[in-house]
């Protein structure tokens, strides 16, 4: 794990281009109306439609957009109706990648997901192939640079929290998706800071990749982020400090 938190934070200092930006809005879109569509519009009762709206709101996103988007998954819009699909791989180096879609199109994505596998040396695998080697939690990251180890865990635990450690620069907290919001407003009110909130699937387990390999399968996993259809990636690699900042250069 601690190779792909370091691949998140070099994705989040790249500069962030107009296309981006409306990629970004996309699927944060798809994803407020995913949530709202299964459990409903009220952010207060549906942990994963608020998680999707402060990550909308943190990328600055309109109200208006939000809101829509939430009218749609409720039908109160018409609107595209999405799926979620997911589809499962393997990367060079052996990783094991989990991929989240929303989709109109489940037969289009698949084909589309296929040729980026195979372009970047990598196989798509089939349903529950490397599923069972993830576990869906709810995940924290905080500044370690800008808050106190003993207190971030203190209050973490407190807010029913699973597990806290430290990779680089980042806290990472993990606990279960019920607990997602409880945490971070137990972290907010004791001002401490959180850089962002999510539902993620966590490697059990990790696998090492070697420079040999490394390039190849982090060109794999951001060309397939940057589909439209894809929400989430999610992988088991770890890459150590050296060979990950050679091959981001």
Not at 81 to 94: F, L, R, S, T
């Amino acid at each position: 794990m601690a190779g792909h938190s370091k691949w998140k934070q070099i994705k989040r200092k790249k500069a962030v281009t107009d296309a981006r930006r409306g990629a970004l809005f996309t699927k944060l879109i798809r994803e407020i109306t995913i949530a709202a569509k299964q459990g409903g519009g009220d952010p207060a009762g549906n942990a994963r439609l608020r998680t999707a709206i402060d990550a909308a709101k943190a990328e600055n996103m309109p109200l208006d957009n939000i809101e829509r988007a939430i009218k749609k998954g409720t039908g109160e819009l018409e609107g595209v109706q999405y799926v979620e699909v997911a589809y499962e791989g393997y990367g060079p180096g052996g990783a094991a990648i989990f991929i989240e879609a929303t989709t109109d199109n489940a037969n289009r994505t698949v084909a589309e997901i296929r040729h980026v596998f195979t372009r970047h040396r990598g196989n798509l695998a089939a349903a529950n192939s490397v599923a069972w080697m993830f576990d869906r939690k709810g995940q924290i990251t905080v500044d370690a640079t800008r808050a106190d180890e003993d207190a971030t865990m203190e209050a973490a635990l407190e807010a029913g929290a699973d597990d806290m450690v430290r990779d680089g620069d980042l806290f990472l907290i993990t606990g279960p998706v019920s607990q997602l919001h409880a945490i971070q407003e137990k972290l907010k009110a004791r001002r401490i800071p959180v850089q962002s909130a999510e539902i993620a699937m966590i490697p059990k387990s990790t696998v090492k990749v070697d420079a040999r390999d490394a390039k190849q399968l982090l060109e794999l996993i951001e060309a397939l982020e940057q589909m439209d259809d894809v929400a989430k990636v999610s992988s088991n690699f770890d890459i150590d400090a050296e060979t990950m900042a050679a091959v981001t250069a």
